[in-house]
């Protein structure tokens, strides 16, 4: 912004953006799938520029106004899920916080976020959301064997097909913690990688991860790695179906962590090697299309969580 323009009117400004912003994201198909990504920035700059209560009341401000030209509970989810995570994120800038503080707290906001919009959709329609996606998979599930069926399909097949859609159903719909926790990471990464792009062509310090191949994790994922397998075992084998739910998200939250850390230890030994970038992209290719090499690279990536395998093999050889 031009230093003649005032923080009023750099507020206001910011303000109609986070707006239109909005509308796009609501009303544009496709696109507004990405411009949603975009709404944390106005209010970042904005916390980063004149502080969090600027940055807070712009952003209940732009919810008021989404309220009212879409509807509440829309502009409630995207100004949680995009917004409170903006503000957060310029905190952190005006802290002079360091990359993988300023990350975790946009995470942290994040996921809280998407507890907190859950419970108000839930509380706000009176109905289970969780269930009610299920119920419409299940449904699209039916549809799709019934085609099947007018094909001519053996009803064999489809019979055995139906047996296995209920237990997955049932498996999804315990793995919603996680999912939810998923959706938290991809939203922290559209808002970093957004800011990251944006920040420097205002002139605004956006500091910088550390390398991939330099990311470690902490040991503990390794022991709920463990914990969860237990958990699970327990569950299953004494119907213990709060504990066995319970097991399978921290296993896989977990084994998730893992597989970053095992490709950020693959990148360490690509880069030991000078493994050519073409070759690099091969390789990943071939671990995403195979479910046993990405599982063996989760588990060395938890393994080395505790052993630290670029400490012990890669330390003054270079």
Not at 107 to 122: D, E, K, R
């Amino acid at each position: 912004m031009s230093k003649s323009v005032t923080p009023t009117v750099e507020g206001g400004l910011l303000v109609a953006i986070t707006v239109i912003l909005g509308l796009v994201a609501v009303y544009v198909p496709l696109l507004g799938m990405f411009v949603e990504f975009f709404c944390a920035l106005p209010p970042a700059i904005l916390t980063t520029r004149q502080g969090v209560g600027k940055g807070i009341t712009a952003l209940v401000v732009a919810s008021v106004l989404l309220a009212v030209l879409i509807s509440p509970l829309l502009s409630l989810r995207l100004m949680l899920s995009f917004g409170a995570g903006g503000v957060v994120l310029g905190w952190c800038l005006r802290e002079n916080f360091g990359a993988v503080k300023v990350f975790f707290a946009v995470l942290v906001t994040s996921s809280a976020a998407q507890v907190t919009t859950l419970l108000l959709l839930i509380f706000a329609l009176d109905v289970n959301l969780i269930e009610t996606q299920i119920e419409m998979i299940r449904e699209s599930f039916a549809e799709s064997f019934a085609l099947y069926e007018s094909m001519g399909v053996e009803a064999e097949r489809i019979a055995e097909a139906k047996e296995q859609v209920e237990p997955a159903l049932q498996t999804l719909a315990s793995l919603i913690p996680s999912l939810m926790m998923v959706t938290a990471l991809i939203n922290s990464a559209a808002i970093w990688l957004t800011a990251h792009w944006i920040f420097p062509k205002l002139q605004m310090r956006m500091p910088t991860l550390p390398p991939f191949a330099e990311w470690r994790f902490p040991s503990l994922f390794l022991y709920t790695a463990i914990i969860g397998g237990l958990g699970m075992y327990w569950g299953v084998t004494r119907g213990w179906t709060g504990i066995q739910e319970l097991s399978l998200n921290l296993t896989l939250i977990s084994i998730l962590i893992g597989l970053v850390q095992g490709l950020a230890l693959l990148s360490a030994v690509f880069d030991r090697y000078k493994v050519s970038k073409l070759l690099r992209r091969l390789l990943y290719v071939l671990l995403i299309l195979n479910m046993f090499l990405l599982q063996l690279v989760a588990i060395t990536g938890l393994i080395d969580m505790v052993f630290d395998y670029r400490k012990r093999f890669f330390k003054g050889r270079d």
